[in-house]
C-alpha cells in the first residue's frame, strides 16, 4: 500500500547536487520536543502512513507524546534492515526455506518468500577455542571451525543466492555488532522508490540482543527473537506500544585510572536498579559531546544488561568523524549531516526536549569495577573485590557440597594428612583463620608444570566480546599494560587459559602497528579467533589436567571476561563463578591468578630487582594510550580491513553451493533439518481454547535468563541431545555445540531447559535440566525432554511457573521455539523481559502474569497440582481478556484460583497468538495476498 501523507510531509533535500526524497519532522507539531528516539520512530511512521495499519491518530498520538503516561498507544515500527548473527540467524534461513516449500504446498509461488529489507548476516558466533597460547591458534581454530559447521556455511551459502537482498560476512571478519558500527551500518538509509531516491534514518532489528550497540552510531536498533526478525524481513512491522523515554545526563570526564568498561558497569548498575525495562533510555547533556564514539557503542552494546528496549546517542561531530574514520564515502557523511539537521535529528545540547525520568552520572565519580559472579548488574569496586568474592564464595561452596565444608570448617585438616584423589590430583579440604573455604589442589601437567589449583582460580582471561574489542581505549590499554607487565618480569599464571578475540581485523592492524603484539603474546594473550568466543560459552574446554581437578574436587573456580554476560554456566561447565571486567583487569587477574585477590594491598610479583610490583605501578597511562590510538588506527586500516568482505577467503569460497528457489534437505543432516512448525497448517486458524488437565513442567525462581532455558553451549553423551548424536551416527568429538546445531529442531528441543545450572524447583537440590514425570507412579525424577515426550504421547498440555525476570538475556528464538515444541501451552511468570515474552507470543505460548504480589509461592502453588486456564476462547471474538482465571487441583483436591494478566500486549500479538504463532500468521498473509 503506497504513502498516504496526511499531513503534507513529503519534500526534497538537495545534497552536493543529488536530489532526495524525504518526509519533514517540522510538518508535524510538537515533533522539535520529542527525544531523538522517538523522532525516529516519527519519521517511520510519516514515511510507511497508509490509512490502514499506519493512521494519521498513531502518527499524532507520537507527535503529542505524553512523557509521564504509562505506555498504552500501539505503534507499528517498520525497520530499515535486519541484521543477524549466525546462531540465531540460521534457524531464519531455515524458517525461510521451509516457508518456501509451505507456500508452495498452499498453492502460492516460493519466491514471494524473500526479505523485503535488506538482511545482512555476520558468521561470528562458530568460533570456539580450541587451540591458544601459541601463533598458529587463529588459523587452527578456523580450520576446526570449518571442519565443525562445513554444512550449515553451504546451507548459508544456498541462502546468499537463493534469497534477494540478502548478503552473509563469512567467518573470520569480526563480531557482528563491530562489523555493523564500523561498516554495515548506514545511519541515513537511500533506497530508490517509484523512481525517486528516498532518505530516511536508518534502523535495523537484529537476532541479537546487542544489536543496541548501533545506538552509539545514532542509529536506532534493539534485538528481536528470530521469528520476529524473520517477519520483518517479509516487510511485517514490529508491532510495539509507544514507550517511556528515560532522559540519562552524562558530565564530566572519566578519570585516569578508569576505563569506559567501568563507566559501563556503573551505567548498568544504575539503570537496573532504575527499572528501565521496555523503556528507551536516551544520553543527552553538555556531556554527550565528549564521549568519544568508541564508549558510545560500549554503552549501546550493554542496553540489554540495563532491560532497556535501546540506549540512543544523538548524532553529532563525533559521529561524523567516526564515520570518516571507518571509510564511509564522503557522500554518505554529507548526506547524514544535512538530513539530521534539516530534520532536527542533529545532537543540539541547549535544546530542552521532554523525558519520561531523568538519570545523572558525573562520568569523573567513576571507579575501576568488576561485575559477577553471575550478573552484569551487579558491580563490585575492584578495591572491595577481593572481600566480595569471599562473600560469595560460600554461596557456591555450600550449594555444591555443603556437608563436606561444614567438616572442613570445623576439623581444617591440613593439606599433608590430605588422602590422594587421582594420580595428578592431591587436595584438602580445610578453611582459612577468615572463614573462607579452601581446597588446596596440587595439578601436575604433561608438560611439567606443576602448580596449587584453590577455589577462585582464574582458569579463564578472555579479552572477548563486542562490548570491548570494538573500543581501542580499552584494547590499546590492555596492550600497553602487557608490556608495562613483561617490562617488568611479570608472567601470567600457569592455569589460566588466555586469549584473545577481536572484533574485526581492524584490531589486528592497530595492534600490529602499535608494536604491542609481543608483549600480549609473551603472556599468553595470542589472537584465538575473530568473533564471539568465550562471552557465548565458545571458551572450549580446559586442559584436562585443569578440568579433572575441577571436577574431581569441585573447586569453584572463576572466569574473567571483558564481556557482556556472565550468566551461570554460560562460559565454561567447569567455571561457577563469571566476572567481567576491562581488557587491561583481565590481563591484570591473569597475572593475579586468583579472585581472591587485593590489587591495592597484594603484589602481582616481583622485579628483576626484587622490588614487588603492583597493579599501580603497570597501569597504563591515558595520555600515553591516547597517543598510541593517534599513530595507530587510520581511515586506510578500514578500507582494507573491509574490501571484498562477502567474498570470503578460500575455505569459504571453496564450499559446495547448493542451487534451486527451495533448498534440497539431507535426510543424513545432524545440522540443519526441516522444522514441523507448518506441519499440517490450514489456509484458516483453528480457533484458540482454553487450556485443561495441564501438568507443570518446570517450577523455576527468579532471574531464570534464555541461558538457563535456551540451548547453549556444550553438552555431554549421556544427555537427551548427546544420545540422539550418537543414534544418529555422530561421534562424541564432533558433538559440536548446542548454537552451531540451531538449524535441527530435534538436537535443540533436547536441549531447552537443560542448561547445567538451572534449578527446577519440583526437585530437591537438584541441577540441570530434570523434572518430575507425573506420567510416571510416584512422578520420578527424569530428563525434561523425556516427560515432555511422555506428556504430549498422553496428550497433556504443559505450563511453566517463573519468578521475577523471566527471559532476561539474549534475544534467543530457541527458548520459545523450544518451550513450544516441547508442549508448554502456558507460561505464568511473575513479570517478564521484553524479548522472551514476545517470542513466546511468536510461537503460540501464552504468557501469563501472576496478580501483582502474588506469587507461585505465596498461592502455596507446588508445583505438581494440574492446572486449567479459562477464558481464553474470547480471543476468537478479536478481543484481548485483561486476565484469566486460573485453577490449580493439587493431589489432595485442594482448589487454588486466581486472576492471571494476560501479557498479550498489542493488537498484533492478539493475531499472532490467533494464528498459532508469528510465522503462520506471515504465511497466510503471504498466500492471501
Known amino acids: 500500500m503506497s504513502n498516504v501523507d496526511s499531513f503534507g510531509s513529503k519534500g526534497a533535500l538537495n545534497v552536493g547536487g543529488t536530489e532526495y526524497e524525504i518526509f519533514r519532522l517540522n510538518s508535524i507539531e510538537g515533533a522539535d520536543s520529542l527525544p531523538f528516539s522517538l523522532k525516529v520512530l516519527l519519521e517511520n511512521l510519516l514515511r510507511t502512513e497508509d490509512g490502514a495499519n499506519i493512521t494519521a491518530d498513531h502518527v499524532r498520538a507520537l507527535a503529542g507524546w505524553d512523557p509521564s503516561a ?156 528470530g521469528i520476529e526478525a ?94 570518516r574514520l571507518t571509510g564511509r564515502s564522503e557522500e554518505n557523511i554529507a548526506l547524514v549531516e544535512a538530513y539530521t539537521k534539516e530534520q532536527g535529528l542533529w545532537h543540539d545540547p541547549s535544546r530542552e526536549l521532554r523525558f519520561s525520568e531523568y538519570l545523572e552520572l558525573d562520568l569523573s565519580t567513576v571507579v575501576p569495577s568488576i561485575a559477577g559472579p553471575k550478573r552484569p548488574q551487579d558491580r563490585i569496586e575492584l578495591s572491595a573485590s577481593k572481600d566480595q ?9 555450600k550449594a555444591a557440597n555443603e556437608d ?41 601437567m604433561e608438560d611439567g608444570r606443576e602448580f596449587v589449583l584453590d577455589h577462585g582460580a582464574v582458569t579463564i582471561a578472555s579479552i572477548t566480546s563486542c562490548t570491548n574489542t570494538s573500543n581501542p581505549s580499552v584494547m590499546l590499554a590492555a596492550a600497553v599494560l602487557a608490556r608495562n607487565a613483561v617490562d617488568k618480569g611479570l608472567t601470567s599464571k600457569p592455569w589460566v587459559k588466555t586469549s584473545v578475540a577481536p572484533g574485526s581485523k581492524v584490531v589486528t592492524e592497530y595492534y600490529e602497528k602499535s608494536g604491542l603484539v609481543p608483549y600480549l603474546e609473551k603472556l599468553g594473550f595470542f589472537t584465538v579467533g575473530y568473533g564471539c568466543a568465550t562471552c557465548i560459552g565458545n571458551s572450549g574446554p580446559l586442559e584436562s589436567e585443569i578440568s579433572e581437578a575441577i571436577q574431581a574436587n569441585d573447586l569453584s573456580v572463576t572466569a574473567v571476561l571483558s564481556g557482556n554476560r556472565n550468566f551461570e554456566g554460560r562460559i565454561n561447565p567447569d567455571v561457577k563463578m563469571n566476572y567481567l571486567a576491562s581488557p587491561p583487569l583481565v590481563i591484570a587477574y591473569a597475572l593475579a591468578g586468583s579472585m581472591d585477590f587485593d590489587f591495592e594491598k597484594d603484589a602481582l610479583g616481583t622485579d628483576s630487582e626484587g622490588n614487588e610490583v603492583f597493579l599501580k605501578d603497570i597501569w597504563p597511562s591515558p595520555t600515553e594510550v591516547q597517543a598510541i590510538i593517534d ?77 538457563h532455558i535456551s540451548p547453549a553451549g556444550s553438552f555431554k553423551s549421556d544427555s537427551p541431545a548427546g544420545r540422539y548424536l550418537l543414534e544418529h551416527g555422530v561421534e562424541r568429538k564432533d558433538f559440536n555445540s548446542y548454537g552451531s546445531r540451531r538449524g535441527n529442531h530435534e538436537v535443540m528441543i533436547r536441549g531447552t531447559f537443560a542448561n547445567i545450572r538451572l534449578k527446577n524447583l519440583l526437585l530437591d537440590g537438584v541441577e540441570g535440566g ?76 501464552l504468557p501469563l502474569q501472576f496478580p501483582a504480589g502474588e506469587s507461585a509461592g505465596s498461592l502455596g502453588l507446588t508445583g505438581i497440582e494440574t492446572f486449567a486456564i479459562e477464558g481464553v476462547t474470547e480471543l476468537n471474538n478479536g478481543t484481548t481478556p485483561k486476565t484469566l482465571k486460573v485453577t490449580a487441583t493439587d493431589e489432595d483436591g485442594k482448589v487454588t484460583t486466581f486472576d492471571a494478566v494476560v501479557r498479550i500486549d498489542t493488537p498484533g500479538e492478539a493475531d499472532y497468538y490467533r494464528n498459532g504463532g508469528i510465522l503462520q500468521y506471515v504465511l497466510r498473509q503471504l498466500t492471501a495476498a
Open 70 to 225: 504509562q505506555p498504552n498507544t500501539e505503534i507499528q515500527f517498520t525497520p530499515a534492515r535486519v541484521i543477524m548473527q549466525d546462531f540465531t540467524g540460521v534457524p531464519c534461513v531455515v524458517d525461510l526455506a521451509t516457508m518456501r516449500e509451505a507456500v508452495k504446498e498452499l498453492g502460492g509461488d516460493p519466491k514471494r518468500v524473500n526479505p523485503l529489507a535488506p538482511a545482512e548476516m555476520v558468521i561470528d558466533h562458530s568460533v570456539q577455542i580450541d587451540v591458544f597460547g601459541n601463533a598458529q591458534a587463529v588459523e587452527r581454530n578456523m580450520e576446526i571451525e570449518y571442519q565443525r559447521n562445513g554444512e550449515r556455511y553451504q546451507f548459508l551459502r544456498w541462502g546468499q543466492t537463493a534469497f534477494d537482498d540478502f548478503k552473509v560476512v563469512p567467518p573470520g571478519t569480526g563480531i557482528v555488532h563491530q562489523v555493523n558500527i564500523e561498516y554495515l551500518a548506514r545511519t541515513v538509509m537511500t533506497r530508490e522508490v517509484d523512481g525517486k531516491l528516498r532518505a530516511y534514518p536508518d534502523t535495523c532489528v537484529g537476532t541479537d540482543s546487542h544489536t543496541t550497540m548501533v545506538n552509539g552510531l545514532g542509529v536506532l536498533g534493539w534485538g528481536v527473537g
Open 230 to 323: 524473520e517477519a520483518a524481513m517479509l516487510g511485517q512491522p514490529v508491532s510495539m506500544l509507544i514507550p517511556r523515554v528515560v532522559g540519562f545526563k552524562l558530565t564530566g570526564e572519566i578519570p585516569a585510572g578508569a576505563t569506559a568498561t567501568d563507566v559501563v558497569l556503573t551505567i548498568t548498575e544504575m539503570l537496573r536498579k532504575h527499572g528501565v525495562v521496555g523503556k528507551f533510555v536516551e544520553f543527552y547533556g553538555d556531556g554527550v559531546a565528549a564521549v568519544p564514539l568508541a564508549n558510545r557503542a560500549t554503552i549501546g552494546n550493554m542496553s540489554p544488561e540495563f532491560g532497556s528496549t535501546a540506549a540512543m546517542f544523538p548524532i553529532d561531530d563525533v559521529t561524523l568523524d567516526y564515520l
Open 389 to 397: 568474592f569471599r562473600k560469595d564464595l560460600h554461596n557456591y561452596v
Open 404 to 444: 563436606a565444608l561444614d567438616e572442613a570448617l570445623e576439623e581444617s585438616f591440613p593439606a599433608s594428612d590430605a588422602p590422594a584423589m587421582t594420580s595428578t590430583v592431591r587436595h584438602s579440604a580445610a578453611a582459612n583463620s577468615d572463614g573462607r573455604p579452601t581446597k588446596a589442589v596440587d595439578v601436575k
Open 631 to 707: 599513530s595507530s588506527i587510520d581511515e586506510e586500516m578500514f578500507a582494507k580491513g573491509y574490501d571484498g568482505v562477502f567474498d570470503g577467503d578460500d575455505r569459504w569460497r571453496a564450499l559446495e553451493t547448493p542451487l534451486g528457489d527451495t533448498f534440497a534437505w539431507a535426510e543424513d543432516s545432524t545440522y540443519v533439518r526441516k522444522p514441523p512448525y507448518f506441519e499440517g497448517m490450514k489456509a484458516q486458524p483453528e480457533p484458540v481454547a482454553d487450556i485443561s488437565g495441564a501438568r507443570v513442567l518446570a517450577k523455576l525462581g527468579d532471574s531464570v535468563t534464555t541461558d
Open 770 to 845: 530434570f523434572t518430575r514425570d507425573f506420567t510416571q507412579t510416584g512422578g520420578p525424577q527424569a530428563y525434561i525432554y523425556d516427560a515432555a515426550m511422555n506428556y504430549q504421547a498422553a496428550g497433556t498440555p504443559l505450563v511453566v511457573l517463573a519468578g521475577k525476570e523471566y527471559g532476561s538475556g539474549s534475544s534467543r528464538d530457541w527458548a520459545a521455539k523450544g518451550t513450544a515444541l516441547l508442549g508448554v501451552k502456558a507460561v505464568i511468570a511473575e513479570s517478564f523481559e521484553r524479548i522472551h515474552r514476545s517470542n513466546l507470543i511468536g510461537m503460540g505460548v
